[in-house]
């Protein structure tokens, strides 16, 4: 779920890295990559500087939170021993109370479930949930999701539950959310 990416074409990286995840994971329905330190960029894309980033990767689905149990493991947290339940248990909590923080009273108390899918089947949650237990602030992290359309991988649109909360936490990337918008 933590991996690094250096270059200067950031937007061409983190595609790249998605489309490695798509393929090692099985084609799932999203990949979420996050990278702390985007720096500053130009309209292209490209940062004047090469330096190496520290990138955070979310899959959506099953596959998304056997590995994020298995990286949380590996890295000991709940003493190398949290099980699926578990996992899922934190997602909810986290969609329940620590999500919400900027959310109105007049839309609720808590990310609720707007699509077919689990407020907790997102990439974005998955990378939410690894980074709150790793101690790294989301609000430093700019985030693209994406998805595979035909044989390319392509921008994917925040769904009705991500769009709840993900833009009052994670930074998005410029160009995800120009090519996302209307869509």
Excluded at 151 to 158: D, E, F, I, R
């Amino acid at each position: 779920m933590k991996t690094s990416i250096t270059g200067k074409n950031v937007i061409k990286e983190m595609k790249d890295l998605a489309k490695a995840n798509f393929a090692e994971h099985g084609n799932p329905s999203c990949v979420c990559i996050g990278v702390s330190t985007l720096g500053r960029t130009e309209s292209s894309g490209r940062t004047r500087d090469a330096q190496e980033r520290k990138t955070y990767i979310g899959i959506s689905g099953d596959t998304g939170r056997k590995l994020l149990c298995a990286t949380l493991n590996a890295e000991g947290h709940g003493g190398g021993a949290l099980t699926m339940p578990d996992v899922k248990a934190r997602l909810i909590t986290m969609a329940n109370q620590h999500l919400v923080t900027y959310r109105s009273r007049l839309t609720g108390p808590a990310i609720v479930s707007a699509e077919t899918w689990a407020t907790h089947n997102c990439a974005e949650g998955n990378l939410a949930l690894y980074l709150m237990m790793n101690g790294v602030r989301a609000n430093v992290i700019t985030i693209a999701s994406y998805e595979i359309i035909g044989n390319s991988v392509q921008y994917k649109p925040l769904c009705k539950q991500c769009q709840q909360w993900v833009r009052q936490h994670f930074k998005v990337l410029e160009d995800f959310d120009a090519h996302t918008k209307g869509r």
